[in-house]
């Protein structure tokens, strides 16, 4: 059985750091990419970025360029978001996904965790 865990959240100052962990238990071929996603209240789930296992594959929204990061660790079975110079329109729960294969969309992820809060203040 999969299962998605995600950990790191919190509350930071704007320009601050957070590091976000995703645990993929049960892992299968139906796992091969991970991704991550933000939902804002009262906004539509939008993509983050997304990497499959080997690294090799990955894709990042703009809304992260040059300050969101993800990385993997297939040893640990983990995916990270690094976010670094976060700003108060950062805040959302933050969900990462899996599937099985590199996708921006979130209706092409079979698999998702419940969600880690980043709330970023002024």
């Known amino acids: 059985q999969v299962q998605l865990v995600e950990s790191g959240g919190g509350l930071v100052q704007a320009g601050g750091s957070l590091r976000l962990s995703c645990v993929c238990s049960g892992r299968t071929s139906a796992t091969t990419f991970m991704g991550w996603f933000r939902q804002a209240p009262g906004k539509e789930r939008e993509f983050v970025a997304s990497s499959g296992w080997k690294g090799s594959s990955t894709a990042r929204a703009p809304l992260g360029k040059g300050r969101f990061t993800m990385s993997v660790d297939n040893a640990k079975d983990t995916a990270y978001l690094q976010m670094n110079n976060l700003r108060v329109d950062d805040t959302a729960v933050y969900y990462c996904?899996?599937?099985?294969?590199?996708?921006?969309?979130?209706?092409?992820?079979?698999?998702w965790g419940r969600g880690t809060q980043v709330t970023v203040s002024l």
């Open positions: 996904a899996a599937g099985s294969r590199m996708a921006t969309t979130a209706d092409l992820y079979d698999f």
